[in-house]
């Protein structure tokens, strides 16, 4: 029916690729000291703290496709597929209705109140023919509730399909082990 979308916060991205110049620096200028040790107490916690916003605010995401709502947050993620939606609503954040409950989307926050005015005030449609970047909730909620309604229209939601899967969780093993780790090497290298 029409191209996935990806919903990523633009002041995310912006966010994380200064705080990897600002750890790049930092290494750089202490590199030219030509202290091993104090380059490694620097690049440790530089490392941990770029990582850390990296998960916050770079790999959270929303995306939307004709196989369903997908959330990724910070932990986890969760496949919602179009059998098991529910509703969409733009509170805080986007939350995403599915049988067994909700999922509210971390990529996705509620946009101010002149974010919203100026955006009503230039207000376009989301077509399918268009990839969608920047995330708030309001626009990701229009996009899901566009897209269920097409492939509604189109007669793929139609029959109830008896076993149908409910959404899924994947949590993120690796990247959590990944944090954990630079704490602890962070907190070694500060302690030592």
Do not use: I
Not at 7 to 22: D, E, H, I, K, P
Not at 52 to 77: C, H, K, Q
Not at 167 to 182: D, E, I, M, P, S
């Amino acid at each position: 029916m029409g191209p996935t979308l990806v919903f990523r916060s633009t002041y995310g991205r912006v966010l994380t690729l200064a705080t990897g110049a600002v750890a790049v620096a930092l290494g750089v200028s202490t590199a030219l000291t030509g202290d091993v040790g104090a380059l490694v107490g620097a690049l440790v916690p530089a490392a941990l703290v770029t990582y850390l916003v990296w998960m916050l605010f770079w790999r959270p995401a929303v995306e939307v496709s004709d196989g369903g709502v997908e959330v990724r947050n910070v932990t986890r993620t969760v496949h919602v597929p179009w059998t098991a939606y529910e509703g969409v609503e733009a509170r805080y954040s986007l939350e995403v209705r599915h049988t067994g409950g909700t999922v509210t989307a971390w990529a996705a926050p509620r946009s101010s109140g002149s974010a919203r005015w100026l955006r009503r005030s230039r207000r376009r449609p989301v077509d399918r023919e268009r990839v969608v970047t920047g995330a708030n909730a309001e626009t990701v909620a229009e996009a899901v509730a566009q897209r269920h309604g097409l492939l509604a229209a189109a007669g793929h939601l139609d029959r109830a399909v008896p076993g149908a899967p409910g959404a899924r969780t994947t949590w993120h093993v690796v990247q959590l082990a990944v944090l954990g780790a630079l704490a602890v090497g962070t907190v070694v290298v500060l302690t030592a």
